[in-house]
C-alpha cells in the first residue's frame, strides 16, 4: 500500500522548511514542517502539520497518535504559530483542541459528492 501525506510550500515564502515530526502506523500518518517565512517578526517559526486518518482508525491507534503529537506540539509550537489539516475521517480530534487549535470546518466536505 502506497501513499500518506504531503506538504507543498512555496519556495519565495520560506527561507528556511524543516521536518520536524513524522507519524505513520496502518491508520495515520502525519508530517509536520517547520517554516521560517521571510516576512515573520513577532513569532519565530510557523508548524504546518498535515494528518490523515483512515476510517478503520481504532481508538488505540488514534491514542497512541494524540499522545505523541502532543507531547511534540507541547515542546515546540510554544511562541509560535501552527496550523493543522488534514483528513480526520470524523474520528475524535479532540487533543488539537487542547492545544489550542481551533476547527474552522464543522461540515461534511464530502457529503453528497460521488467522484468519476
Given at each position: ?49 498535515n ?13 497512541m ?17 501552527s ?10 480530534h ?23
Amino acid at each position: 500500500m502506497c501513499g500518506g501525506v504531503a506538504t507543498f510550500i512555496h519556495s519565495k515564502w520560506s527561507i528556511s522548511n524543516k521536518v520536524c515530526f513524522k507519524f505513520s502506523n496502518d491508520y495515520i500518518d502525519c508530517i509536520t514542517v517547520r517554516c521560517r517565512p521571510k516576512h515573520l517578526s513577532k513569532y519565530k517559526f510557523i508548524y504546518i502539520s498535515n494528518v490523515y486518518v483512515s476510517p478503520g482508525c481504532t481508538i488505540l491507534d488514534l491514542s497512541m497518535f494524540a499522545d505523541e503529537f502532543t507531547a511534540f506540539a507541547a515542546a515546540c509550537f510554544e511562541n509560535s504559530l501552527s496550523i493543522v489539516t488534514g483528513d480526520f475521517n470524523a474520528c475524535d480530534h479532540s487533543f488539537l483542541i487542547s492545544l489550542g487549535h481551533d476547527n474552522i470546518i464543522n461540515f461534511a466536505t464530502r457529503l453528497g459528492k460521488t467522484w468519476i
